[in-house]
């Protein structure tokens, strides 16, 4: 694999992303790249990628190191900074350029695209969510972390005003989580016990809410919160926000609901799946071209898949300089304005005719039968990005590095599909 990989092409486009006669000696860019591709096709945490990398020659090998090095190659925090300073975008030109070893065509785009050519080719389309890592949320659990979060900002923000405050504002934390307990621990919950619980801890949230903009106003000088502090302290106003209206209003949904302090860019995704029925990520809107798997849209809102498909089969273009000459996809793309568009441009859906039913040959049926079967290999794409490279797991705290997590997942499953059709095990 170390032979395979188009490690210049990698580099050049890595170093787009930074400047080369500003800081401090940079870490070799085949190290950052190859710590990644391990990374994500092991599922390691980012510790624990480094030290399985200082005990395994091979992959060092495989990084461009000419002797075993014992030690990590540099800080786990690094991934972090990488994920903040590369972004998604780079990880989407890794897998365009992974992508072209087995399509040739794609070097030759920008010059094909020039060309009308005729339509050719299949593409398959779907949607799915990448699920962030976090704990199922429920109301009670949401407003509970709340409370607590909101306590530890009083306790600190009272030893700051230790001389001016002589008593310790009252949170009634103990009361407040026995509480939360005895109905957390229930097996069988009824609608009317968790609004008392939920009544009770939105109270104790509100009060604590109140002594923090108190005590802010007694402090003088700089301001006593880190940023990180305010923006937990603005998501927990808002929050709380929501969770009374819908106390006051006996419903279970609102706009822009958070569901995850620490992450409030994350949303409830609606899918409907046997067993799975809300997903909370970024749903993404996929394409898949012989076996490799490319990100055309990814959003953090909830949205209607069907709108991708014009957009997907422009994506194509971009890279083969024609249309595909069959879009395989769900019947919910099927909608007039995308069978305008096919028709415009000579692309064939893979959906049934509008109006009367045609009678079609028997080769027509068994034709039309096989290519909405290919369809589903997106759906077996997408089960192995989740299953095997965790893609239904994304575990970094910030929107711009979950988008980087997921597209660098998307390029190390394209790298398994390029090595397997060159005949490389990987």
């Known amino acids: ?5 188009p490690w210049d092409e990698l580099i050049a486009i890595y170093k787009k992303r930074f400047s080369a006669n500003m800081g401090a000696a940079s870490i070799s860019p085949r190290h950052i790249i190859g710590a990644f591709i391990v990374k994500h096709k092991l599922g390691l945490t980012d510790e624990e990628t480094l030290l399985t990398i200082s005990e395994n020659p091979y992959m060092q090998f495989f990084m461009g190191l000419d002797h075993y090095q014992p030690d990590m190659l540099f800080s786990p925090t690094l991934f972090v900074e990488m994920r903040k300073k590369l972004g998604d975008q780079t990880f989407d030109a890794f897998s365009t350029t992974i992508m072209s070893i087995a399509h040739p065509d794609i070097d030759q ?3 094909v695209g020039i060309k009308e050519s005729k339509p050719k080719g299949k593409l398959k389309i779907d949607a799915t969510v990448a699920d962030q890592y ?7 659990g949401l407003v509970n972390h709340a409370r607590v979060k909101t306590e530890k900002m009083v306790d600190d923000l009272f030893e700051l005003l230790r001389d001016k405050m002589k008593v310790k504002p009252r949170t009634y934390r103990e009361v407040a989580h026995k509480r939360y307990l005895q109905e957390a621990k229930k097996k069988k919950k009824s609608t009317v016990s968790i609004r008392k619980a ?4 939105l109270n104790c949230v509100k009060r604590n809410m109140e002594y923090i903009d108190q005590m802010l106003d007694q402090i003088e000088g700089d301001f006593p919160l880190t940023y990180r502090r305010q ?21 279970h949904q609102c706009n822009d609901r958070i569901v995850n302090i620490s992450q409030p860019h994350v949303r409830p995704i609606v899918r409907g799946k046997q067993g799975k029925s809300v997903e909370f990520g970024a749903k993404l809107g996929l394409s898949v071209i012989d076996g490799f798997m490319t990100k055309d849209t990814l959003s953090w809102e909830a949205y209607n898949e069907s709108g991708d498909l014009i957009k997907q089969a422009e994506a194509y273009k971009v890279l083969f300089g024609h249309y595909p000459e069959l879009i395989q996809a769900d019947k919910i793309y099927a909608t007039n304005h995308n069978r305008k568009w096919c028709k415009e441009n000579g692309v064939r859906l893979t959906a049934s005719p509008k109006g009367r039913p045609v009678p079609l040959s028997a080769y027509q049926k068994a034709k039309s039968k096989k290519e909405y079967a290919e369809r589903n290999a997106v759906e077996g794409r997408i089960g192995n990005a989740k299953q095997a490279y965790s893609l239904n797991q994304i575990k970094a705290k910030l929107k711009t590095t979950s988008q980087t997590w997921i597209a660098a997942t998307l390029f190390v499953l394209n790298l398994s599909r390029a090595a397997a059709i060159s005949g490389w095990t990987f």
């Open 134 to 140: 976090i704990t199922y949320p429920n109301d009670l």
């Open 109 to 111: 785009k920008e010059e």
């Open 1 to 5: 694999m170390a032979g395979f990989l």
């Open 231 to 251: 923006l937990e302290l603005m998501v927990i106003h808002t929050l709380y926000e929501q969770q009374q209206e819908m106390y006051d209003k006996r419903v």
């Open 198 to 201: 939920i009544r009770v801890l």
